[in-house]
């Protein structure tokens, strides 16, 4: 293993594993704070298992924490390394782009709250503990960490010269597994926090109303609620009925200058902006139930954890032979193995049968299934001018609820 090899080097090293998944990540960060060593550290880094940081990370981060007791954590920029792989993993590419550039830059920027990544960060332990610790009561444990530690009145530093490889999710259903993760946990602590935001003694009146109105209600509930019910509600029942006008720039000129300032984050993908705002449309329909199942705390889903599927490079590299070492031969006494050689030593695997709402998305197909129709309304009768929008984003839903978003497909092999 690679830390043994460290080990055998010298390096103080240590390589540790739980036996169980309780409290998902929160839980094995908080077994992780428990070990002996962990009282010789200031500062704990953090990365998922597909983040990849230079060697040069910690030698660029720590000196903001040693020479500035009130901050809590440096949090890095994520560079993905499989951006260009499929239309999905573009459209990721341009939202993430705009939450690290103008968001958490600029919440940075004028030392205001800015929500922790789950990853590619360093946090001073001496502010978890100050906070709480890690707290596994909703599925963003990063998000409640820094909440807490914000109204304790640490600080925290956002450096977007330090970028690290990371990896986005390149099928749908994984996407929006994640996706329900980061609607639903958001809005869900939420919940369990505005009374004790709104009565922190510690921070002041403007931080309470900046984190508990801009960065709760306006980013995590009421942006998904308006762009759903305005684009995908809104304007299509609205040529159903003459007496409703929506002015055109409140359609067409508003929209299109939001949008394009948020996708100048990303000038590689700039001319996708209109299939990304589609996408995005239909998202909101997802993120949306997850907002509003954590806000209510109802359903199974809540703090359900699904590890988003990462694909890496299993169907783009192949097994190769190389002669005699291609093939490891192993003596085996048969006589000492208590099985029937007519038996498979590993189990045939019975593929599940996929029900129909498994593998499509029922909730995108009507909800696209109606928008069209409300297109050939105005097309036919209406006379409003809204169709071409309509039938894009019908169609967008409909493509979405058939599963397919110019995915990768998964490794056959």
């Given at each position: ?272 902006v209109i299939l990304w705002v589609l996408f995005e449309n239909v998202m909101s329909l997802h993120r949306i139930k997850a ?50 050689l007519t038996e498979p030593l590993i189990p045939k695997i019975v593929k599940r049968q996929t029900r129909f709402w498994e ?55």
């Open positions: 293993m690679e830390c043994h090899r460290w080990m055998s080097k010298g390096v103080n090293i240590k390589y540790e594993v739980r036996g169980n998944r309780k409290g998902y990540k929160a839980g094995a960060l908080k077994e992780g704070l428990k070990h002996d060593y962990i009282k010789d550290c200031q500062y704990i880094a953090m990365f998922d298992a597909d983040f990849q940081p230079e060697s040069d990370f910690l030698l660029r981060t720590i000196p903001f924490l040693v020479h500035n007791p009130e901050i809590a954590l440096v949090q890095a920029r994520w560079k993905f390394v499989n951006s260009d792989e499929c239309l999905l993993t573009r459209f990721q590419e341009m939202s993430l782009d705009y939450h690290f550039k103008y968001e958490q830059e600029a919440g940075s920027a004028v030392y205001s709250f800015f929500g922790f990544n789950g990853t590619a960060g360093v946090w001073r332990i001496s502010a978890i503990n100050d906070a709480g610790g890690w707290k596994d009561r909703t599925t963003v444990e990063d998000m409640d960490l820094a909440v807490r530690a914000m109204l304790r009145g640490w600080k925290f530093v956002y450096v977007g010269d330090i970028k690290v490889k990371s990896e986005l999710p390149s099928t749908f259903k994984a996407y929006r597994f994640q996706q329900h993760r980061w609607s639903c946990g958001p809005a869900n602590l939420f919940k369990k926090m505005m009374v004790e935001i709104l009565e922190n003694k510690k921070v002041s009146l403007w931080s309470k109303i900046h984190l508990w109105y801009d960065f709760f209600f306006v980013g995590k509930v009421a942006a998904h609620t308006v762009t759903f019910i305005y684009y995908c509600f809104a304007i299509p029942v609205s040529v159903l009925f003459p007496e409703i006008q929506i002015p055109l720039w409140g359609v067409v000129y508003v929209p299109t200058v939001i949008t394009l300032l948020k996708a100048l984050g990303t000038p590689s993908s700039f001319h996708l907002a509003v199942s954590g806000l209510l705390d109802a359903g199974g889903r809540v703090n359900e954890w699904v590890v988003t599927e990462k694909l890496g490079d299993a169907n783009k590299t192949k097994p190769t032979i190389n002669g005699s070492d291609s093939i490891k031969v192993i003596d085996v006494n048969l006589t000492e193995l208590d099985v029937k593998r499509y998305h029922c909730s995108e197909l009507f909800v696209g299934m109606c928008i069209i129709l409300c297109g050939c309304y105005d097309v036919f009768y209406a006379k409003k001018g809204y169709y071409i929008f309509l039938f894009l984003q019908g169609t967008a839903f409909l493509v979405a609820g058939f599963g397919y978003v110019g995915t990768r497909p998964p490794s056959t092999a």
